[in-house]
C-alpha cells in the first residue's frame, strides 16, 4: 500500500486557519486522497476526498499538489470542535488503511 | 439514514474467555471493515469483507480471531481466546461501491483482564 507522512502534532488558536499537510511520494494514478477525522472516544468521521483537484466541502478544503505527491488540508477557521486526530489517506480499490495521523489541538 | 451500528459498546472480559463484536452496517453498503485499534494509535484493519466474501485479511490473528458476513449484511468478529494485548477499541465501517468515504460505528471498547 502507498504510504502518507503526517506531523504528529500541530496547535492552533480558535478561529485561525488550519493547514495540516500530508506527503503521499508514492502515490499511484488511481489512489484518491481521503481525510477522516477521530474526535476523542468516537470512530473516524469522512472529511474530504479528492483525486486531482482541490475540493471544497462545508468542512474543510482540500489542496493537492500538481504532481499529487503532497496535499493539505484546510481547516478555514478553527473551532474547539475541530480538536481531533486528523488521518491522511490512500484509498484505491477499497482499501482504507490509516496511518498514526495528526493530532490537532485548538486553543480558545 | 441510519449509521452503522455496533454492539455491545464495551466489553470486559478475562483472559482466555471468548468474545463476539457484532455489526449492522448501513443498507446497501457491499463493503464492510473491522479494524482495532489500541489506545494511541491509528485503526488497524483487521478484515475487509465485499458483500459476503473476505477481500483482505491479511492482518487478522486467524489462531484467535474470526469474523463472518450473513449474506452480505450483517458482520460479527470473534475473538478466543482472548488475550491481555486484545484490548482495544474495535471498529466497523461500511461503504457503498467505489473508493466514496466510509462510514465507522462508535465502536466496541474490550478491556482484557
Known amino acids: 500500500?502507498?504510504?502518507?507522512?503526517?506531523?504528529?502534532?500541530?496547535?492552533?488558536?480558535?478561529?485561525e486557519p488550519v493547514h495540516l499537510p500530508c506527503n503521499h511520494s508514492t502515490?499511484?494514478?488511481?489512489?484518491?486522497?481521503?481525510?477522516?477525522?477521530?474526535?476523542?472516544?468516537?470512530?473516524?468521521?469522512?472529511?474530504?476526498?479528492?483525486l486531482t483537484s482541490n475540493v471544497n466541502n462545508r468542512m474543510a478544503s482540500l489542496a493537492i499538489a500538481?504532481?499529487?505527491?503532497?496535499?493539505?488540508?484546510i481547516l478555514h477557521r478553527a473551532t474547539l470542535r475541530d480538536a481531533a486526530v486528523y488521518y491522511c489517506i490512500l484509498r484505491n480499490?477499497?482499501?482504507?488503511?490509516?496511518?498514526?495521523?495528526?493530532?490537532?489541538?485548538?486553543?480558545? | 439514514e441510519a449509521g452503522v451500528a455496533q454492539s455491545p459498546r464495551y466489553k470486559i472480559i478475562e483472559k482466555r474467555q471468548s468474545v463476539?463484536?457484532?455489526?449492522?452496517?448501513i443498507s446497501?453498503?457491499?463493503?464492510?471493515?473491522?479494524?482495532?485499534?489500541?489506545l494511541g494509535q491509528g485503526p488497524k484493519l483487521l478484515i475487509q469483507f465485499q458483500n459476503n466474501g473476505v477481500v483482505d485479511d491479511s492482518q487478522l490473528p486467524k489462531d484467535r480471531f474470526s469474523a463472518e458476513r450473513l449474506k452480505g449484511?450483517?458482520?460479527t468478529l470473534k475473538?478466543?481466546?482472548?488475550?491481555?494485548?486484545?484490548?482495544?477499541?474495535?471498529?466497523?465501517?461500511?461503504?457503498?461501491?467505489?473508493?466514496t468515504e466510509a462510514f465507522f460505528g462508535q465502536g466496541t471498547r474490550l478491556t482484557v483482564v
Not at chain 1, 1 to 15: G, L
Not at chain 1, 66 to 73: A, G, Q
Not at chain 2, 20 to 25: G, Q
Open chain 1, 93 to 108: 480499490d477499497y482499501k482504507l488503511s490509516f496511518g498514526a495521523g495528526t493530532t490537532v489541538t485548538v486553543r480558545a
Open chain 2, 73 to 75: 449484511v450483517d458482520s
Open chain 1, 1 to 15: 500500500d502507498a504510504k502518507t507522512t503526517q506531523p504528529n502534532s500541530m496547535e492552533s488558536n480558535e478561529e
Open chain 1, 27 to 50: 502515490i499511484s494514478g488511481t489512489d484518491y486522497i481521503h481525510w477522516y477525522r477521530q474526535l476523542p472516544s468516537q470512530g473516524p468521521e469522512y472529511v474530504i476526498h479528492g
Open chain 2, 79 to 99: 475473538i478466543q481466546p482472548a488475550k491481555l494485548e486484545d484490548s482495544a477499541v474495535y471498529l466497523c465501517a461500511s461503504t457503498p461501491q467505489g473508493n
Open chain 1, 66 to 73: 500538481e504532481d499529487r505527491k503532497s496535499s493539505t488540508l
Open chain 2, 20 to 25: 463476539a463484536f457484532w455489526c449492522n452496517p
Open chain 2, 28 to 38: 446497501g453498503h457491499a463493503t464492510l471493515y473491522w479494524y482495532q485499534q489500541i
